[in-house]
């Protein structure tokens, strides 16, 4: 299987794309999570979550970006996105 990080070379969905579009999410902010993601987690074999913090600029609140890659393809597939402020939810915390 290919390796996890970076991931410089990918296709976003169609779905991503509306998704993306939905939730205000640019491009821009898929290339830098993707490209060096503060954190990977597999969400399932061949997906993988990439995700990595943002400090908002109108409100100064930092968010979490969360991409996720169909990593088993050639390229890799984002097929979704969001922006969360739940972060204690969703980052871990390394032992």
């Known amino acids: 299987m290919k390796s996890e990080l970076p991931v410089t070379d990918y296709r976003i969905t169609a779905h ?3 998704e993306m579009l939905h939730r205000q999410i ?3 902010e898929i290339a830098v999570v993707l490209a ?3 954190q990977v987690e597999t ?3 061949g997906r ?8 908002s600029e109108n409100s100064g ?7 996720f890659v169909d ?11 969001y922006r ?4 204690t939810k969703y980052w871990r915390l390394k032992p």
């Open 48 to 55: 993988s979550v990439y995700q990595s913090l943002f400090q």
């Open 16 to 18: 991503a794309r509306s």
């Open 84 to 87: 969360t402020s739940k972060i």
């Open 71 to 81: 990593i088993d393809r050639v390229p890799p597939e984002v097929v979704t996105a």
């Open 43 to 45: 969400a399932r074999q």
């Open 36 to 38: 060096a993601p503060g």
């Open 61 to 67: 609140k930092t968010y979490l970006v969360r991409v």
């Open 26 to 28: 640019s491009e821009e």
